[in-house]
Every structure is written in structure tokens, then in C-alpha cells.
């Protein structure tokens, strides 16, 4: 299990512990974290689980892929640390990752 925090718009912190693997779309749905949508349910297809990566951690979590990114031009809102949670896999190294949800999705 690695530990990450989810916070919302509103500033209501979500402490998680995750299992390695697990998106982190799928952590915020499980967890009801609102803001996220998922409207595809993960399949890199929508924009609607477009967050924001602690700048402490954009470096370990890494770039968005081509997909992602083209995915990402329908995001409300696009920083340079943007993501989509369906394609960020918990993992042990993440430990203490911190994610921001977005005022909207799209």
C-alpha cells in the first residue's frame, strides 16, 4: 500500500492508502473524491480525470504519453503539471504523493 492525498477544490484533503497498481483515477472513485468524472471509465478516451500533480512529485510521476496528451487539450485549465489520474499508477515510489483536483473537469 502506498500512501497518497488527494485534494479537492474546496481544499477537503483525502489521506488514501492504495494498493501499488491501482490508478489514480481509481483511488479517487473508490474513495469518493469529488471532481473526478471518469466518464470513460479509464481508457485514456475523456479528459474528466484531469488533475493536478504536486509539483514535488511531477518529476517521479513523470510525462504524459502522446495519448495523454492530446487528451489533455480538452482539459479545463491545463498547467505544465497536468495529468490524467487514469494514467498514473500507484506505485511504492509514489509514497506521499499529493494530487490536486481541478475547479471542473472540462
Known amino acids: 500500500m502506498t500512501a497518497l492525498t488527494m485534494v479537492a477544490f474546496d481544499g477537503t484533503r483525502f489521506d488514501l ?45 513523470g510525462e504524459p504519453e502522446a495519448m495523454e496528451e492530446d487528451m489533455l487539450d480538452f482539459a479545463y485549465d491545463v498547467r505544465p503539471n497536468s495529468r490524467l489520474s487514469c494514467q498514473i499508477k500507484v506505485r511504492a515510489e509514489l509514497e506521499g504523493l499529493i494530487i490536486h483536483v481541478p475547479e471542473r473537469q472540462g
Open 17 to 61: 492508502q492504495v494498493a501499488d497498481g491501482t490508478t489514480v483515477m481509481e483511488a479517487a472513485l473508490r474513495n469518493n473524491v469529488p471532481g473526478i468524472e471518469a466518464e470513460c471509465g479509464g481508457a485514456c478516451a475523456c479528459a474528466t480525470c484531469h488533475v493536478y500533480v504536486d509539483e514535488a512529485f511531477t518529476a517521479l510521476v
